[in-house]
Structures are given as structure tokens and as C-alpha cells.
């Protein structure tokens, strides 16, 4: 009777892992939408089945402690700052929404200490972020804009920007799940073994080709920088790994190349009256004058937004400027419209220097703490990660369901080596 018992909890217990691994699959392919009834139910169903687990698995009683825990550690003090900052505040407007927000955060630092189950694997989520990846662009150029259409028509740039805005989402998004499917893309390439290898690294190369190509029609001038520097630095990394000879006469031809497509790109060079009222600098000049005054604690995390938005309002050359989502949101008071347009400085105007150097130590820790073999992908993802968020916030600029999703099974998934040594030992 108790081995019955203990084999259907056993199979219920599988069967929520199951629904658990999905759900994460789904949260991926629908981070790139906006928010929506069907992503709030997947968030749900996600939550809730991990919490099952946790307790049908008793994975306290397995847990153990390394050095890619502080990745999440990290996670867990940059939230706490929020709780932090609360009682010390005379202004509380904003807070909700900050702590909603930044909530995965939390979430997935308390996943990543505690661990995910036995059946995620790294390969699965590569594949549903190249999948969801092309599956959009197709979308876009054959049912939303029209194949002849979009190869016929010589401005197929602002086309294609117009489809991507009103069925998808903004370039900064969209440019961000293209760059880490370029990095997945790459992973597989060098982690697929087989009888048939090239059959698979081939079409792989093609892909990330035209990922390449459609990241040349993006407005987003860092969506496209960061696609040139990902293909400089696995291109120079194969060839190191080759000859090394080769890989820095590489770099000094590709220094040039890389400068030369980056000129071609027709939003990147503008005239130095325009680049003097480039709307960014002018967001920063208010942050930086802000913190000058409170570098060391900040101003809290509710009062910064509300001093920053009062600044800018009283600002000329901003309001000047008009850019409608930023003046909407100055108006409606959204903090997640009106913003210095860089986490950094965010996090500075909000927790001074302390903030400062969780932020720096969260983008730093995980290349540290990372397998040598994973390292490298790693690097990447924070790298492109990092260089969105020197012109917008976590949520913004970089998805955070999707991007917390990616590093927890990055350092909680195992190989599927490994895994299928787990399970011959199992069985023997």
C-alpha cells in the first residue's frame, strides 16, 4: 500500500514538474508581447506549480550551497533596497509600482537558491527564444506587411518598424530577444555534437545571418551596435580557438569593417546640433545634476522619481524636445515612462553609491561565478544586457521575465551529459 503511495506522488510529482517546465517555455515565447490575460495566467500557473513541487520534492532538504548562489543573493539585496529605503521615506507615491515591477527579482532569487526541477534543460529554452524569434519576423513580412511587399519596397525599414510597433512590440524589446537568439544560436552551434553536425550548424548559420540582416533594418541604433559587436566577438573567439594568428588579424580588419557598417546605418551618425539635443543626454544631465547632491544614499527609491519628474517638468529644452511617451508620462506621474532612460543612473538617484555597486556586482558576479563551459554565454547575455541598460530600465529595456528565466537555467539546469549519467546511475 505505502509503495503505491509513494509511486503515484511520484507520478503527480512528475506531472507538475512537466506543467512547470512548460509554463516557464510559455513566460518565455510571451515575454516578448505585452503583458496580457494569457501571460499573467501562465505567470500564475508557473508560480504556483513551483511551489507544489518545491514541497512534493522536499527540496529543502537537498539544497547546498556554491558559489553561483550569490548570482542570486545579488538578486534578492537589489529587491530588498526597495523594503530598505521604505521606512527612511517622507514620499511612498511610487513604491508600489516599483516593488510590482522589480518583483521577478525576488521571485527568481528565491528560484535559484532553491533550485528548478530535474527536466529543464538549457537546449529547450535556446530553441523557444530562436523559435519565438523567427516566428515573429515571419509574422511581421508575410502576414502583417506582405512578402513582395516588404522586398519590393526600398524604405522596407519603416515598413517593417511600423508592423513591429502595432503587432509586437518596441525595437528595444524586440532588438533584445533577436540579440540573445543570435547568443543561443551560437551556443548550439558549439555545443551540438553528432553524426550529423554540420546538417544542424549550417541552418544555424544561416539563421543568425538573417537575424543579422533584420537587426540592420531595426531604428534601434543599440539593438544593431550590439548585433555587430556579438558577431565580432564569437567570430574572433572561433578563430582564437583555431589559430590565434588569424583571430588578431580578424580583429584589426573587423575594427574597420564593424566602423564602416555602423556608418552605413541611417540613424547612427547625426549633425552636432542634433546630437547636442539628443533627448537622452538631456534626461541624464537631470539625473547627474540630482545625484550630485546625494551621491552616497540617494534620494529613496519613490522621492528620486517624483524629484526627477519635477526637474524635468520645469526643464525647457525637455519639454522643447516633446517627446510624447516621456512628457505623457511626466503628466500621468508613470515612473515607468518618465525616467532618466538609464538603469545605472537609476539605481544611483535611488540608493546613491550602495546601489550603485549592487547593480555593478549583479552584472558582474554571474560571469565570475559561471562554469568555464558556459562562461562565455554568459558574457554575452550581460554584456548585451548591460549595454541596454545605459539607455533604459530593467522592464523597459530588458525583459525581466525572460532575462531571469535565462540566467536561472543557465546555472541551475544541468548538461544533458550530465543528466543522462544522473539517470544511469538511477537505474543501476
Known sequence: MLVNFTKYIQIITKGINLINLISALFLVVQGIFPNSKVFNITLYVFFISYGCEFFLEQRWKTFVWDKTRWVFVLFLLFYALLLLYYPFESNHEHISTLLTYRLPFFAFGVIGLLGINK?????????????????VIFYLIFFR????????????????????????????????YTNISLILAYFLINNYTGKYSLLIKIPLLVYMGFLFYILFLSEGRIGFITANLLVFIMIFISLWQWKKISAVAFSLIGVLVFLFIVYQHPRMFKNEDQLDKE??????????????????LGYGPSTSAELFMQKCSIN???????????????????ILCAHPHNQFLQTTLEFGLLGFLVLLLLNIVPIIVATRKRRIYVFLII???????????????????????LITVFFCAKDDNSSKQVKVNEQG
Open 145 to 176: 506587411i506582405g512578402i513582395s511587399e516588404f522586398f519590393e519596397n526600398p524604405d522596407r525599414a519603416s515598413v517593417f518598424k511600423e508592423m513591429r510597433v502595432k503587432y509586437v512590440n518596441t525595437h528595444m524589446v524586440f532588438n533584445y
Open 119 to 135: 527536466y529543464y534543460r538549457l537546449k529547450y529554452f535556446a530553441y523557444v527564444f530562436m523559435l519565438i524569434t523567427l516566428c
Open 383 to 405: 554584456l548585451i544586457s548591460v549595454i541596454q541598460l545605459m539607455t533604459d530600465l530593467y522592464a523597459r529595456g530588458v525583459p525581466l521575465i525572460a532575462f531571469f528565466m
Open 316 to 334: 525647457q529644452e525637455i519639454i522643447g524636445a516633446y517627446d510624447f511617451p516621456f512628457m505623457r508620462g511626466l503628466e500621468l506621474r508613470k
Open 279 to 296: 533627448f537622452r543626454l538631456l534626461l541624464w544631465e537631470q539625473a547627474i545634476e540630482l545625484i550630485e547632491k546625494e551621491p552616497i
